[in-house]
């Protein structure tokens, strides 16, 4: 199987390179986007390492995630000059169309995933929002909305602010 033979591949440069299981964690997420809770037991008993210890750093270290991203990433800077600049209501607004609820950062069709950054050190173009690798700043809601739009198939992106 496929995942047997990453999961070997990563218990493996575990042991050889005598790694800590912040890096090992980190693999796991490489491989897979986020951490599987069966890889988690599979690796607790592989290291004979209680499951609590690794879910006591997933859930310390924030980048660290227990479900799907989404294909898309879009993060709101919500800094003092983003936040100054209507960055609650652009995130908002973004919630509201994806039809997020509650504290679902990810859409059930796994094309979206939303974040929120303290600070991304664009200020000068508050209020920022980034959509995978790209900068949109001097946005407001309406802009968002259109960037979404742009996406009219689930891999390709076709409109830009």
């Known amino acids: 199987m496929e995942q047997d033979k990453i999961l070997l591949k990563i218990l493996r440069d575990h042991r ?3 790694r800590n299981l912040i890096h090992l964690l980190e693999k796991i997420q490489d491989a897979y986007g986020y951490i599987p809770e069966d890889t988690v037991y599979w690796f607790s008993g ?7 210890k690794f879910y006591g750093i997933i859930t310390f270290y924030p980048k660290f995630r ?10 709101v800077c919500c800094g003092a000059a983003c936040h100054i600049k209507g960055a609650d209501k652009i995130l908002e607004k973004i919630r509201e169309t994806l039809s997020l609820k509650d504290e679902e950062d990810t859409t059930s069709n796994l094309l979206f995933t939303v974040q929120q950054a303290t ?3 664009a200020c000068s173009i508050a209020p920022v929002v980034i959509l995978n690798d790209q900068v949109h700043g001097n946005t407001d809601s309406d802009k968002v909305v259109k960037l979404l739009k742009g996406f009219e ?3 390709e992106f076709i409109g830009y602010i």
């Open 46 to 52: 592989k290291l004979d390492i209680p499951a609590s």
């Open 16 to 18: 050889e390179n005598n």
């Open 153 to 155: 198939k689930e891999d």
């Open 66 to 75: 227990l479900n799907p991203t989404g294909k898309n990433t879009i993060t």
């Open 119 to 121: 600070c991304i050190g």
